[in-house]
């Protein structure tokens, strides 16, 4: 599917579901990788992933559309366009939009490890496990105000 027949799309989408005219920039970004689509305010362009499309299909890809729809009416009308607003949610079942896009497979042991990084005071002993690499000449223990020595933790990604 190509950007052109994708905006197409989505008009045809805001007409039937919602009954107000889509009139702003509808497109594939194919740099997506953690969500199905995003809205953006200043523009009021929507971007959608391709591989949902090739992933799950046009039911599913719809349902994306249609959740991106949902802010972009409610913010263009001044409305609680956030997830968390009451109205966001209350047209977003009533349209029938997916609150979350399904994981991309081959996405889904990306995360299984939150760890990867342990501090360890050289004085107690105490473990500070981290998800990000940092320098640990930088902090101290936070029991004894020992020095931190910085090591790998579980399997590396």
């Given at each position: ?88 949610k209350a047209l977003l079942s009533r349209v029938g939009g997916s609150r979350y896009c399904q994981s991309l497979p081959g996405e889904q042991g990306r995360r ?46």
């Open positions: 599917m190509t950007d052109e027949q994708l905006q197409a799309w989505v008009e045809e989408i805001s007409l039937r579901s919602f009954g107000l005219p889509f009139r702003h920039e509808a497109r594939f970004n194919r740099r997506l990788r953690s969500t199905g689509g995003r809205y953006f305010m200043k523009s009021h362009h929507i971007e959608i992933n391709p591989a949902q499309l090739d992933a799950y299909g046009v039911e599913e890809v719809e349902k994306i559309i249609k959740h991106e729809l949902c802010h972009y009416h409610l913010h263009i009308m001044g409305g609680g366009y956030r997830h968390r607003d009451p109205e966001f299984t490890l939150p760890y990867r990084y342990m501090l360890k005071c050289t004085s107690c002993g105490m473990e500070y496990l981290r998800k990000r690499r940092v320098d640990p000449r930088r902090y101290r223990c936070g029991k004894c105000s020992g020095s931190l020595q910085l090591s790998s933790y579980g399997q590396q990604n």
